[in-house]
């Protein structure tokens, strides 16, 4: 079964930065573009970034637009969400996933992704 493991998650105060990492075991990262979501109490799951299987094309929400920024590196196999400036509103649960359908980025929507991990918990709050 084809999992992701997301970590770097933690508490941190309004302003501060956080990376979170997204890796696979038993599969490569690089056929696929990778989306980050994210998920707070008794909200939906938003798309927040993705980058295709290439790397050469991102995507942003606009509410994390020129704050996170998303990378990966092939040859650890990992998929990276550089978070700056982070808000109190960016508290939530965030998630990475392949994307099934196509090798861009192509939306958000959580039935086109898979392999989606446990989540990693981030807080925002001084």
């Known amino acids: 079964q084809l999992q992701l493991v997301e970590s770097g998650g933690g508490l941190v105060q309004p302003g501060g930065s956080l990376r979170l990492s997204c890796a696979a075991s038993?599969?490569?990262?690089?056929?696929?573009?990778i989306g980050w979501f994210r998920q707070a109490p008794g909200k939906e799951r938003e798309g927040v970034s993705c980058?295709?299987?290439?790397?050469?094309?991102?995507d942003y929400a606009d509410s994390v637009k020129g704050r996170f920024t998303i990378s990966r590196d092939s040859a650890r196999n990992t998929v990276y969400l550089q978070m700056n400036s982070l808000k109190p509103e960016d508290t939530a649960v965030y998630f990475c996933a392949i994307q099934l359908t196509h090798y861009t980025c192509s939306g958000y929507a959580p039935a086109d992704f898979g392999a989606w991990g446990q989540g990693t918990q981030v807080t925002v709050s001084s």
């Open positions: 038993r599969f490569t990262l690089d056929n696929y573009a």
């Open positions: 980058i295709d299987s290439s790397g050469g094309s991102t």
